[in-house]
């Protein structure tokens, strides 16, 4: 079963913008922390954004801070990632995850690969 489906990736070049979504079932929505890591060619995962269903809570990686919002919708159970100003360092797979810890360890749980639930991914490309 997916639990999580990405889509909305694609070829950018740098200064445009893409936006990702990540469809969810399987799991209850409103309980999760549901998010984005990142994992380049030879780079280690790297945690990009995340929400926190229960609380309304946000985090971002300092490098995609001002750049990329974060936003879900109950309704239809999924979780976007808008993403602007992109440049080349963004080039990645861009994976959608859920777990019931909180946004404030998303970034560990990206490093140890800790997740409940993670998704196939969606390549973004950003040409520069």
């Known amino acids: 079963e997916d639990y999580l489906v990405e889509s909305g990736g694609g070829l950018v070049q740098a200064g445009g913008s893409l936006r990702l979504s990540c469809a969810t079932s399987?799991?209850?929505?409103?309980?999760?922390?549901i998010g984005w890591y990142r994992q380049a060619p030879g780079k280690e995962r790297e945690g990009v954004a995340a929400?926190?269903?229960?609380?309304?809570?946000?985090w971002y990686a300092d490098s995609v801070k001002g750049r990329f919002t974060i936003a879900s919708d109950s309704a239809q159970k999924t979780v976007l990632l808008q993403m602007t100003n992109l440049k080349p360092e963004d080039t990645a797979v861009y994976y959608c995850?859920?777990?019931?810890?909180?946004?404030?360890?998303?970034?560990?749980?990206?490093?140890?690969?800790?997740?409940?639930?993670w998704g196939r991914g969606t390549q973004v490309t950003v040409s520069g």
């Open positions: 929400i926190n269903r229960r609380d309304g809570n946000t």
């Open positions: 995850a859920a777990d019931r810890r909180g946004v404030a360890v998303w970034s560990t749980m990206a490093e140890k690969f800790t997740f409940e639930y």
């Open positions: 399987g799991f209850p929505f409103d309980t999760y922390s």
